[in-house]
């Protein structure tokens, strides 16, 4: 390990609650979701969303439908990718860094659904695997109430 990883990047406040703002309110679907933002860090993002009727994918069996699912991991997957993008360049002004969110796009979506999504609340995590000039790639889990791995994910997204 190289020793200018020795010392983590701290992201100011201003910059996270941009950060909070873009992915719990102006990603309208986010909202919609309910996805709420527990943890940045430019080593990785922690996020959480309470089970809701409107969320159910099978009436009978009361499980969150896949999309919503594989729309999280998404989520959080390119959030983890623009906390270490942000920390990378920590010589810009919060906003200008927040600006970098105009051109994040998802090139490439895995989702693997290991277990049935039943629980009253679920935890989403993610970590950037590798953020270059122009893409970056990321993992996710998906987790039930107890800490069960119920889906994973992995993404790349472009980011310029």
Do not use: C, W
């Not at 409107?54 to 699912?69: C, E, K, Q, S, T």
């Amino acid at each position: 390990m190289s020793s200018h990883h020795a010392v983590p990047v701290i992201l100011e406040p201003e910059y996270l609650e941009g950060f909070r703002q873009i992915y719990e309110e102006k990603i309208v679907f986010n909202k919609t979701l309910g996805l709420k933002l527990v943890q940045v860090t430019p080593e990785g993002v922690q996020a959480r969303i309470d089970m809701r009727p409107d969320l159910v994918g099978h009436f009978a069996y009361n499980r969150i439908h896949g999309g919503v699912i594989s729309a999280v991991l998404d989520a959080i997957g390119s959030a983890a990718v623009m906390a270490a993008l942000a920390a990378k360049h920590m010589d810009e002004p919060p906003a200008k860094r927040l600006e970098r969110f105009a051109k994040l796009g998802t090139i490439d979506l895995r989702v693997d659904y290991l277990r049935p999504g039943i629980g009253d609340h679920f935890t989403i995590t993610a970590h950037a695997l590798r953020v270059g000039s122009r893409v970056g790639s990321s993992r996710m889990e998906f987790l039930g109430p107890d800490g069960l791995l119920m889906s994973t994910g992995a993404a790349a997204y472009i980011v310029s």
